[in-house]
């Protein structure tokens, strides 16, 4: 007791004496210099040596009550905002071993944080979905590691056996991926962010823009040429054909079978072995089924539809999807996408003439030429004139047998 109050009598004294320091400073009048600063310097002294508990409870206050809002608002906020203002850049991607109701998928990106920071990641599933459906239908789940992001951090993720979550939301983007010129990614996951000590729940939600297929424009048969007698699977011509992927996602389609028409004919089926759709050029082999006896029974319809092409010496092939295969199991979702498409390219006369040829032997093409050569005149004027379409004569035309 007798130590309080000596303590008190202590603090009593320096108020004191502090007060009659200020009286003296003050009755020394302005004209001294410096003095009335002093004298202000030493009044804020004398205030908050009597109301220093006042300040000490106001901070207390207010550290209360702004602490959790600095954790719970304004850190998860900032920590948000840096990651909305990141961008996430594809650098590849790649759909591999696919099953119908599975794939293995890979990608490669990156983040990028403002310089200085160093943020830990906890590991986290990241949906892709299609942003015009509401609510959100992921169609695939990948699972991310935990990151330590500093500067620009390269992050390549892969997830083998990844469900397809729902197989018609995976269509939508595979066909978006496939005909279009440009589309778009959309991805979103959410974890916790570590800063230091600190931590912030963050939730990563990007649209990505890609480079699409553009309905694999560029397509083209490079080679061709006819084997006579065919091959016991029935083969009768092989070649190399060559399919462009102007994206950056690689594809593997496995055994992809084409419907191969000409003026909508239906001429045969071509075969894509073991495919696995770089981005750039693919070029690989192709082997067909040519139904010989479809393509002169109607070589004329087919060669009358093609006058632009003619023209310039080539004639007009489509390949639309028929299957798609892969280790012995029919993918759904690239059928359902390839058999849609139609892809067209032009071949040089010179090379159907040559398959003509190793029909009707050396003088074959001499023997279209003489047989037949009224009968294109007559097809080619009707078509530059606009009027309908003249229909060939019976069988007349064909210049050699076919059996029934």
């Not at 890979?106 to 942003?131: E, H, W």
């Not at 080539?314 to 690239?334: C, D, M, R």
Request: charged share 20%; with cysteine; hydrophobic share 40%.
């Amino acid at each position: 007791m007798e130590k309080k109050d000596s303590e008190k009598d202590t603090r009593a004294t320096k108020l004191s004496a502090l007060d009659a320091e200020i009286e003296y400073v003050e009755n020394a009048g302005s004209d001294v210099p410096g003095q009335g600063k002093k004298a202000t310097k030493l009044r804020v002294k004398r205030h908050f040596r009597r109301c220093w508990f006042c300040y000490l409870v106001a901070a207390i206050v207010f550290l209360a009550i702004f602490l959790p809002l600095l954790f719970i608002y304004i850190i998860p906020a900032i920590a948000q905002r840096v990651v909305d203002d990141t961008s996430l850049p594809v650098y590849a991607a790649r759909i591999l071993d696919p099953t119908p109701d599975s794939v293995t998928f890979s990608i490669d990106t990156s983040l990028k944080i403002p310089a200085g920071l160093s943020v830990r990641i906890d590991p986290f599933s990241l949906s892709l979905f299609n942003r015009e459906v509401k609510p959100v239908v992921p169609f695939i789940d990948i699972a991310l590691q935990g990151y330590n992001l500093k500067g620009t951090t390269k992050m390549s993720v892969s997830s083998n056996n990844t469900a397809v979550l729902d197989r018609e939301q995976f269509v939508e983007a595979l066909t978006k991926a496939v005909y279009s010129k440009q589309f778009k990614l959309s991805a979103k996951g959410s974890t916790t962010g570590h800063l230091g000590a600190l931590k912030a729940p963050v939730t990563l939600d990007k649209d990505v823009e890609l480079a699409g297929l553009d309905k694999l424009s560029g397509f083209s048969i490079d080679t061709a040429s006819l084997i006579l007698p065919a091959e016991e699977d029935g083969t009768n011509l092989r070649g190399t054909a060559t399919l462009p992927n102007h994206s950056v996602v690689t594809f593997a389609l496995g055994n992809v079978t084409l419907n191969l028409k000409s003026a909508n004919v239906v001429i045969g089926q071509g075969y894509l072995d073991n495919v696995v759709l770089s981005p750039g050029n693919n070029t690989m082999p192709l082997r067909a089924t040519l139904n010989i006896r479809t393509v002169l029974e109607n070589l004329l319809d087919i060669l009358g539809a093609q006058a632009s092409a003619l023209m310039d010496g080539k004639l007009e092939i489509s390949a639309s999807g028929n299957s798609t295969v892969y280790n012995g199991q029919h993918i759904p979702y690239f059928e359902e996408v390839l058999n849609n498409l139609t892809i067209t390219t032009r071949v040089s006369i010179a090379t159907i003439l040559s398959v003509l040829q190793a029909v009707a032997g050396k003088d074959g093409t001499k023997k279209f030429r003489k047989y037949h050569r009224e009968a294109l005149l007559v097809k080619y004027k009707t078509l530059l004139a606009g009027e309908l379409v003249v229909q060939p004569k019976g069988r007349k035309w064909l210049f050699f047998k076919t059996s029934k």
